[in-house]
C-alpha cells in the first residue's frame, strides 16, 4: 500500500518533492523544462542512481500533488492528468487486475486507445 504524505518531503539528491511511497518506489516530483516529471524512484541500492518510470505533468505543482493523491499504485498502473510517459517502459501494477477500467492500454501522451488522443500525429493511433 503506498503512503501518501500530508505534506511533499524535499529530497536533496533530486531536487524534488517526495509525494509518497510504497514498497518498492519513492514518487518523486521535479521541474524539467516546461513540465513537472513524476518519478518512481526504486527503493534499493540504485535509489540514487536513476528512475523506472516517469511521467510529465503541466507546470502546476497542485494538480500534481492531486493526482498522486488519488492514485493507488498497487492497483492503478500510473497517474492520472499526465501528458507524456519520457520512459520507454509502461508501469504495471501489482494487483491491476482489481481496476481493469482504470488499466486499460493508454498511448504516450496518457490517453486511453480506445478513446483516441487528444495530441494531433499521436505515433499509437491509427
Known sequence: MAIHHAAPVWDDHWQGYELA???THRFVWLWQGFNIRLIAIP???TDSWG???AWCFPRDPE???AAVAAWDPETQDEP??????PTASVRRAPRR??????NRPR?????????GCRTVAC???P
Request: proline share 6%; hydrophobic share 20%; with cysteine.
Open 43 to 45: 527503493r534499493d541500492e
Open 107 to 115: 498511448c504516450v501522451h496518457g490517453c486511453y486507445l480506445h478513446e
Open 80 to 85: 492520472s492528468g499526465w501528458h507524456k510517459r
Open 63 to 65: 494538480a500534481v500533488t
Open 21 to 23: 511511497a510504497d514498497g
Open 51 to 53: 528512475y523506472d518510470h
Open 97 to 102: 487486475d482489481e481496476e481493469p477500467d482504470y
Open 123 to 125: 505515433p499509437e493511433m
